[in-house]
């Protein structure tokens, strides 16, 4: 059903007006600690950091990490998945790298992702499902290791991990990644964890800062993450 602008204003059910408030009420509050604030903002654009990370609402890149507008790029999809042939995505990371020359590339991967949940059920969602099917890949990639794992909801938080290292490999293939290596560029990817339990993120040890071949990366990534798993792991028990 449309509705004229002017009902939809004056309808409590339709309107956003307490989206509207509550955004005049923040940036009154930021302008009054800091008046030059916005004005330095809209002069420039410097973030160091690019955030790949889910759509999930409850894992906002800047609150999280206690960061401002202007201090982080972002890019979200279900399930913070990296493919070659996503303009979407590719763009972001192109623009990132060559333009705003960030230093840090997080790919962020949350335990509890509905996208992961439904790539390890094999859930049929819809026209989503064509997207998740790249998480089903990961699943069929390390479906050995995955499935040594005798707990359910544990080999879901493994799927989690691995989609995030698979996904870290992803950039790191990149040619826009690539290049700016090969000009010797300072950048580095990272793989992380959100918690949605306690609000923590978690570094998967990953951090790849030059060109790497891609198999290779991959085992060494895979390796070092079993073995930080089995350490943590022998610490619990
Ligand atoms: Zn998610």
Redesign the pocket.
């Known amino acids: 059903m449309t509705d004229s602008h002017e009902n939809c204003q004056h309808n409590p059910e339709t309107s956003l007006q307490n989206l509207l408030d509550k955004n005049r009420q923040w940036a009154e509050r930021i302008a009054e600690l800091d008046p030059g604030f916005f004005p330095r903002l809209a002069a420039q654009h410097k973030p160091e950091y690019l955030w790949i990370g ?3 609402s409850r ?1 906002p890149a800047n609150e999280i990490c206690g960061l401002l507008p202007g201090e982080i790029f972002v890019h979200r999809n ?3 998945i990296v493919l070659q042939s996503d303009f979407n995505c590719v763009s972001v990371i192109q623009f990132a790298v060559d333009v705003l020359k960030v230093k840090h590339i997080i790919v962020t ?2 335990y ?5 949940y439904a790539a390890h059920e094999e859930q049929r969602i819809g026209l989503a499902d064509h997207w998740i099917a790249h998480v089903r890949a990961v699943f069929s990639r390390h479906e050995d290791l995955l499935m040594a794992e005798p707990v359910h909801l544990e080999r879901e938080r493994m799927l989690v991990e691995l989609n995030v290292i698979e996904q870290v490999v992803n950039v790191c293939r990149l040619p826009v990644m690539q290049d700016a290596w090969n000009r010797g560029q300072d950048v580095t990817v990272h793989g992380w964890i959100y918690g949605l339990q306690d609000g923590r993120l978690r570094d998967l040890g990953l951090c790849v800062r030059e060109r790497r071949r891609t198999d290779e990366l991959r085992r060494e990534a895979v390796t070092a993450w079993m073995a930080k798993r089995t350490r943590e792991s022998s610490l619990a028990a």
């Open positions: 889910c759509s999930d894992v279900i399930a913070n991967g949350h509890g992702c509905a996208g992961v």
